[in-house]
């Protein structure tokens, strides 16, 4: 759609209670995704933000619990006035006002709102009858498209239509009828398959669409754009079909995704490593740096809770980067330290993201200045070096949950440093995610002993990143760079990151060669 001149927008209704993903554990739901007005949202906003490359915002992202929340508050001060507050239509309205808010900004030509969940859930009907509203408030201007699964057996070597055509039917029942199918399947559906598929949901056959397994979820939209699945939106919304787009970034980014001139290996040091959702937006911007680079990332993948100054040189050996990642909480700390410790040391190239450079810190203070109960305040309220600790003006709140400092903030560089010549640029915005800080108390004794503040805050002048001079590559940025990484633009620290790494490795082999 964007390639056909289009302006387009993607929105996530998830029928969780929850306000807002902030203050769920990630092995519940994964990463929790900031944008750049500060709301804390649903993972796949990251996925909108990286195909789309459009910023997304506090309006792409809807809970039930946001919903209910405010209609509460409504009925509080007397909006409905003394009405009994029902799920039709008080609810549903707001979920349609939400549905809607995107669209009457005029800067979208096309809002694709994604309802989360599976047809038949509880939870999901009150946001499937907002649909069937709108569909007959706006006939013109709303289209349905019903993602289902064709599954393979393979006993009997067929497809089966019986699970589309149910799905189907349980929409029916509460009085949506799709107009565009795109079925899930790991073989090619065939006409006869499609007809069928047709002729039992109530659609046309060009709108039955296969949604084949890809062995890359870049390669999505040109499979969709093979099965035209855009000219069928496109006619079906009475909007004017212009010249076939060509995609050609796209296909350039696919083709070097796929033939890579080098292989670098990173290990991700992390707490959360049993679910990968965990790190997406690191996982993918390491693809898309890796595809700046042309090169193939292979990503270790080591628990934090596992590593130790015993086993620390044997979990990295090969390794030619360490990436520390982001976090809350004790567990798994001390292993972080380790890896950290041990890329310092043997002049591994190393980033650190949030909690990952809040660690570089503890580290260099326990280890290089000398402080040996060096700590962060979020763990250890009664060190006598508090490196890192909690902002002033977050010290009086208790409340969970958009306490911390969220969203967008400049930052601004200092030259002749890595982060610098990363960006090349004085002046930056990137997305946070914390509550804790640098301790500038301790600013002097760092710089004094070889660790510099290479990013600061131009308003606050809080400490936003941490370098090494004397290291190859040694960077710890407080913000969360890997939000911002997009196919069209991949990240420069990610670049820069995986630019010094295989610096090392093509060092390493000459050292290995001249041994020989």
Known sequence: MQARGYSVTIQKLDPYINIDPGTLNPYEHGECYVTNDGAETDLDLGHYERFLNVPTSQANNVTTGRVYQTVIEKERQGEFLGKTVQVIPHITDEIKRRIQILGQSNKFDIVITEIGGTVGDIESLPYIESVRQLMWEFPDDTLVVHLTLVPYLNAAGELKTKPTQHSVKSLLEVGVQPDILVCRTEHHLDEAIRKKIARFCNVTPSAVIESIDASTIYEVPLLMQKEELDKVVLQKLGMEINAEPELKEWREFLHRLANPEDVVKIGLVGKYIELKDSYKSIAEAFVHAGVANQCKVELTWIHSETLNDDNVAKELNGLDGVLVAPGFGSRGIEGKISAIRHARENKIPFFGICLGMQCAVIEFARNV????????????????????????????????????????????????????????????????????????????????????????????????????????????????????????????????????????????????????
């Open 369 to 516: 200045i000398g402080w040996n109960d060096a700590h962060t305040a979020e763990i250890s309220s009664d060190t006598a070096h508090a490196v890192i600790d909690i902002m002033e003006d977050q010290k009086d709140l208790t409340e969970k949950g958009g306490t911390m400092r969220l969203g967008d903030y400049e930052c601004r560089l200092i030259e002749n440093t890595n982060i610098y010549e990363a960006y090349d640029s004085e002046l930056i915005n990137e997305r946070h995610r914390h509550r804790y800080e640098f301790n500038n108390a301790y600013l002097k004794d760092f710089e004094d002993k070889g660790m510099v503040a290479s990013g600061m805050n131009p308003n606050s002048n809080l400490v936003e990143v941490v370098e090494i001079p004397d290291h190859p590559w040694f960077v710890g940025a407080q913000f969360h760079p890997e939000y911002k990484s997009t196919v069209e633009k991949p990240h420069p620290l990610f670049i820069a990151f995986l630019k010094a790494a295989l610096k090392r490795k093509t060092s390493k082999s000459l050292t290995k060669d001249m041994a020989g």
